[in-house]
Structures are given as C-alpha cells and as structure tokens.
C-alpha cells in the first residue's frame, strides 16, 4: 500500500465532511490566493510549483504542474522555477555552514 | 462511411468518452437547455484528406484519408449561400486546399457576399501546385485561420508532426508578405490547443506571448489568437486512453462546466455539413455521426434555415469540451 494515492487529490473535498465551516474559509482563502491580481495567475502557478516542489508534496506538484500548463507556462518556464526554489533550498543547506564554521572557531585555537 | 471510419479508429471501444455525469444531465441540473438560434455560419467540411495527421485532430484526418467534396455538394452549398444570404461560410477539414474544387468554392462564395473563412494548416502551401495559396486568399480577402499550438519548435511538433513548426513559421512570413497581419482587410488569426491532457490558458494573456514571441524571435505578425479545448473524440480521445488520462481529462471538463458559456455556443449559430452534404450541430457531431433532429432535412440540397432555428442540439458527454472553463469554439471562448 502507497501512502500516496493520485486519486486522493480528487478526495480533497472530503476533508469539508467534518468542519466545513472551516474547510470552506481555507477554498475561498486558497483560491483568492490564485486569481490574478498584482501578480499574474501564471506567476503564482510559477510560484506554486516552486514551493509544492520544496515542500516535496505530490498532490501540490500535480496540482501547480496543470496549473502551470493551464496558465500557459512551458517546461522551460517551470524547469528555472523549480531550479529556483532548489537553488535557495540549497543555499539555505548552505549559509548553515557559517554556524558549524562559528562552532569550529569557538572552540579552536 | 463515417460510421465504418469511426468504429475502426476506435479499436471497438466507445466514440464517446466516459464521464462522471452526462451532459444532459449538468445542463439540467443548472436548469439550460439547448436550443439553437439563428444561423449566420455554414461550416463547411470538405472532407478528411490532409498533408499531415496531427495527434490532436478531430477529423482523423490524414495524407491517406480519401474522403473528399464533390462539385455537385459543393453546388449545393453554394445554392443555400446564395439563396438565404448566410453572411459567413467556413471552410475546414482536412486541409480543404486539397480538394480540386476549393478555389471555386472560394471566388463563387465571395460573389454571394458572403465572409469566407479557411481553416488553414500553414504547411499545406508548399504541396505541389499549392505556393500562390497567400496570394489566392489576399485576392479573394479571405479570412485565414490557422493552427500553431506554441511559439516554440518542441510542443508544436509534438502535436502536429516533426518539421511543423518551421514549415508553420515560413508559411506565416509568406502570408506576412502578402499583407495578412497588417492590411484591414487581411485577417490572420492562429488557433492555440493545448498540447496534452490540460485545458487551455485564458485567451488574453496567451495571445500577448504569442504576440510578443513570434515577432521578437522569428517577426510574425497575426490579429488574433483563439484558445481551444481538445475535443475527447477521435483520434484525440485514442491518446487519452492510450496515456491513461480519459478519466482525469473528463473529470477536469465537467468540473470546469461554466453554465455561462451556453448561451454563446457555436452550434447555437451554425449548421455543419460533411463531405457528402449531411447536415450536423457541429464539427464534432458530425465526427460522432450524431445527426440533427430527424424531423428536420437531413442534407445541404434541403437545407432551409427557418426550419433549423430553434432546434433541439444533439449532445453527448464531449460537449463538456465547448464549455470548460472561458468556453471554447471554433473562434475562441465563448464567455
């Protein structure tokens, strides 16, 4: 048994069942974030697709990848997003190494 | 013949797609019907001979297809222009140049006054006897439509055929040459399709790239840019299966249904007639064999627009493919 199922995705909705109040202020927050606005529908796919890539979540990268083709984005386009959002999470890996440098000056002569 | 063509390419299985809920029943539940209003376009199809065999095509429409108008249909199409003033006439396919008497049909057309549109595939000009195709349509002020799925080589030759995109691209600079793109009078607009399982972005924003790309990278100019959704039939609805994405691609159509784009239907202000003269709601009817009410004529020699005004649309669950999302036709969205 996968604990990721493709199918799943479809089954969001289910979550309402219980709270739905709840549920229901999460859609209209979640799509408002979406819509076109000072950035354009296609940026924030962009965008989505970085951070569903980063936060390794398969629903979100199937979500934000059809979103992406959807507003018009090419594998172009969302391959520099994705190296984005994995240059700065590298990076982040990275600038850590000043504080294992700090450690090592701390306590070396 | 159409139904013999469309149980082979279908291996067996269903023309139809399968979907979670029917169409009738979605319009229904939203309380809409539909009826159709009255008819400005004769849509034309002259037949499913074409240069190349996109993956996409609704038509299945390829070099090896020999389905084809006669003289005597084209007549009769001529005669309903003529006698009921049907402002615009459409033509399409196949590649409708590749019928002997296309050019006829073109020049009779426009002396009835009516626009002529052609649904033009771009590479089609450099077959044989085919090269003064730009200077035909610039002398007859025909409104040229044609596909070019993206502004780069690889999505465009993954849909339509290695080479495409490079043929598509000095087929447009000959039409630029003629004046198509810049003269009032010479209307050039593309056709975008998505290339795979997904629904098409919003017109405005795609149509500014494309603009934008096709003159900085290759000096294209075009008037309009129309956004289409695939149609899940024919050879279209093959891949889907093939790839496995019929079910997710049928459920992306009826989550998207936008009860809005109903009124604005193309097949509210058209009649479809097929190569040997039958008469269709649409395009995609006619693909499926679905046939116009049977109380009505059922050929273009009986046709009479007063009798088709009003008349009960013949759908299936593929319609969910004309009113997804901005809604989609052979102009563009319709919402």
Redesign the interface.
Do not use: I
């Given at each position: 048994m996968s604990y990721y199922n493709e199918e799943d995705l479809n089954r969001f909705g289910e979550i309402g069942k219980s709270r739905p109040d709840l549920f229901e202020k999460f859609m209209a927050w979640y799509q408002a974030c979406q819509e076109d606005g000072a950035l354009s529908k296609r940026e924030k796919a962009l965008i989505g697709l970085a951070v569903a890539v980063t936060i390794q979540c398969p629903y979100c990268i199937d979500a934000f990848t059809n979103s992406a083709l959807e507003s018009g984005s090419n594998m172009e386009q969302m391959t520099e997003a994705i190296h984005l959002a994995s240059a700065i999470r590298g990076g982040a890996s990275l600038i850590h190494g000043i504080q294992s440098h700090n450690a090592h000056d701390k306590v070396s002569m | 013949m159409t139904n013999t063509a469309v149980q082979i390419t279908r291996n067996g299985k269903s023309p139809f797609p399968t979907s979670p809920t029917s169409f009738d029943e979605k319009l229904a539940a939203h309380n809409l019907e539909l009826r159709a209003a009255a008819i400005d376009i004769l849509q034309v199809n002259v037949g499913k001979l074409c240069n190349q065999a996109c993956k996409h095509c609704h038509v299945d429409a390829s070099p090896i297809r020999t389905e084809i108008m006669r003289r005597e249909t084209v007549e009769d199409c001529l005669n309903a222009l003529r006698k009921y003033k049907i402002p615009t006439l459409d033509i399409t396919g196949g590649a409708p140049e590749l019928i002997p008497d296309f050019r006829y049909f073109v020049m009779e057309a426009k002396k009835t006054g009516a626009k002529v549109i052609v649904r033009h595939n771009l590479t089609v000009m450099f077959e044989n006897g085919q090269e003064d195709l730009p200077e035909f349509f610039a002398e007859n002020e025909v409104e040229v439509v044609s596909s070019l799925p993206?502004f780069?080589p690889?999505?465009t030759d993954a849909q339509r055929g290695t080479g495409v995109f490079d043929k598509s691209i000095e087929a447009l600079k000959k039409l630029n040459a003629v004046g198509y793109g810049t003269a009032e009078k010479l209307i050039l607009n593309l056709v975008y399709n998505?290339v795979?399982a997904?629904?098409?972005?919003?017109q405005t924003?795609?149509e500014a790239?494309f603009k934008r790309e096709l003159q900085t990278r290759y000096e294209v100019v075009f008037n309009n840019l129309f956004t289409i959704t695939n149609m899940p039939i024919a050879r279209y609805l093959d891949w889907l299966r093939r790839s496995k994405n019929e079910e997710s691609y049928m459920?992306k159509l009826v989550s998207a249904f936008n009860p809005a784009t109903v009124a604005g239907l193309m097949c509210r202000n058209l009649i479809s007639i097929d190569w040997t003269g039958k008469l269709f709601d649409c395009d995609f009817n006619q693909m499926l064999d679905l046939n116009v009410e049977s109380s009505l004529p059922q050929t273009i020699a009986d046709f009479n627009p007063e009798k088709f005004a009003g008349r009960q649309i013949a759908t299936a669950n593929h319609c969910f493919g004309c009113t997804a999302g901005s809604g989609s036709s052979c102009g563009g969205t319709v919402s």
């Open positions: - | 993206y780069l690889t999505q998505p795979g997904f629904l098409p972005p919003s924003a795609v790239d459920r």
